[in-house]
């Protein structure tokens, strides 16, 4: 396949000298990236690929993902281009807030079960608490940055803590009256998500 460069040489030849076929091959590497994204090739789709999640070059894939709202973010579009590919087709802004974003991006950083606990108007509408297992989280700072920035919306109140056991606050909000406790063994209560959503694989 020709480049641009090759072709400003084809104009050039009746004026060739080394020199000026080295400033025609300089000139047209400036456009190389260019015609990597549309240039047309065997199958003629020209730019057409630019706007297809499957053809897309990786370093055009944020450029796609700004037409549905998507921000590649920059760890995936420097080293996985995969895993950039798979997160515009994916389209998580677009269900930032619900339940389904929120489990996915904090089970990124989880193991085994990959255990996330929700609930939803922690008190009232604008609050909610998550919860991940101890033993399950690799790393709980980069997990409520990433729900922060990417799952849960500016507006509302977001309590993220790691799971090591039911907090008094927990039962508070889980139980109307201390008499609905009743039942319960403090073993029980001490391993009991009052009130949440429990999400596993």
Not at 156 to 167: A, C, K, L, P, R
Request: aromatic share 8%; net charge negative.
């Amino acid at each position: 396949m020709s480049t641009i460069g090759s072709l400003f040489q084809e104009r050039l030849v009746v004026y060739s000298t080394p020199d000026l076929d080295d400033y025609a091959l300089t000139i047209g590497e400036m456009f190389d990236e260019f015609d990597l994204y549309v240039g047309l090739d065997d199958e003629e789709l020209g730019w057409s690929k630019l706007l297809d999640v499957d053809l897309c070059p990786p370093l055009a894939l944020p450029y796609l993902g700004q037409f549905i709202g998507e921000r590649v973010p920059p760890d995936l579009e420097t080293t996985d281009s995969d895993a950039a590919r798979e997160w515009v087709a994916d389209r998580p802004n677009s269900r930032r807030g619900t339940n389904s974003s929120i489990v996915g991006v904090a089970r990124r950083n989880l193991s085994g079960s990959r255990v996330v606990a929700v609930r939803e108007r922690d008190g009232d509408a604008d609050h909610i608490a998550i919860r991940t297992l101890a033993a399950e989280t690799l790393n709980a700072t980069l997990i409520q940055q990433e729900l922060r920035r990417e799952a849960v919306p500016a507006d509302i109140v977001m309590d993220y803590q790691i799971f090591t056991g039911t907090t008094l606050a927990d039962l508070d909000a889980g139980f109307a009256t201390y008499g609905a406790i009743t039942g319960y063994t403090l073993g029980e209560l001490s391993f009991l998500l009052v009130g949440y959503t429990i999400h596993t694989l």
